[in-house]
T-cell receptor, first 112, second 112 residues
Framework: SAVISQKPSRDICQRGTSLTIQCQVD?????MFWYRQQPGQSLTLIAT?????????ESGFVIDKFPISRPNLTFSTLTVSNMSPEDSSIYLC?????????FGQGTRLTVV | KQEVTQIPAALSVPEGENLVLNCSFT??????LQWFRQDPGKGLTSLLL?????REQTSGRLNASLDKSSGRSTLYIAASQPGDSATYLC???????????FGSGTRLLVRP
């Protein structure tokens, strides 16, 4: 099983600023995924991050708002840009071995 | 459209009771289905994975079943304990692309 570390675990940010969330995996993985969980809601996939290529974004999410980096096979970052209170959510990093998906502990973001 | 639905949204039971959580999905041609546990404000912990060719999986007091023809999975928790209190999420993968579609979850409270 993969062990995923996310930083920060939580943050309170001012509107209009940006926050970069880091995701570190203890093994090399082809794909990494970023999810958002809005308060009281289930998880929604933001984008798929592949090493060496542009991230693939789901409908409703754009690169200007959620830029993603994937510099190597064990690390990825998600930036939440120009934040507004509506961006207050838990952001989760995930990896998928051939069959099983594993998740980090999440980053709880509050925008004030 | 591929969707996952979980019923009930919330459940409260006394300690020691056996319980069943339900997950239904459109499009029976799934790749696999995974049950997760999420504690408040935390990430996801994988509980059980059922491949499309399997009918059930067991881990300790947990048993997950899959009926593709009816588009349903159930998570059975035996002899529930207060420590089982959490939100339980069902997620379906429809192909090998690793993308998961999540249900909205069942929030379980086990009362001492």
């Amino acid at each position: 099983s993969a062990v995923i570390s996310q930083k920060p675990s939580r943050d309170i940010c001012q509107r209009g600023t940006s926050l970069t969330i880091q995701c570190q995996v203890d093994s090399q993985v082809t794909m990494m995924f970023w999810y958002r969980q809005q308060p009281g809601q289930s998880l929604t996939l933001i984008a798929t991050a592949n090493q060496g290529s542009e991230a693939t974004y789901e409908s409703g999410f754009v690169i200007d708002k959620f830029p993603i980096s994937r510099p190597n096979l064990t690390f990825s970052t998600l930036t939440v840009s120009n934040m507004s209170p509506e961006d207050s959510s838990i952001y989760l990093c995930s990896v998928a071995e051939p069959r099983v998906a594993f998740f980090g502990q999440g980053t709880r973001l509050t925008v004030v | 459209k591929q969707e996952v639905t979980q019923i009930p949204a919330a459940l409260s039971v006394p300690e020691g009771e056996n319980l069943v959580l339900n997950c239904s999905f459109t499009d029976s041609a799934i790749y696999n289905l995974q049950w997760f546990r999420q504690d408040p404000g935390k990430g996801l912990t994988s509980l059980l994975l059922i491949q499309s060719s399997q009918r059930e999986q067991t881990s300790g007091r947990l048993n997950a079943s899959l009926d593709k023809s009816s588009g349903r999975s159930t998570l059975y928790i035996a002899a529930s304990q207060p420590g089982d209190s959490a939100t339980y999420l069902c997620a379906v993968k429809w192909d090998s692309s690793y993308k998961l579609i999540f249900g909205s979850g069942t929030r379980l409270l086990v009362r001492p």
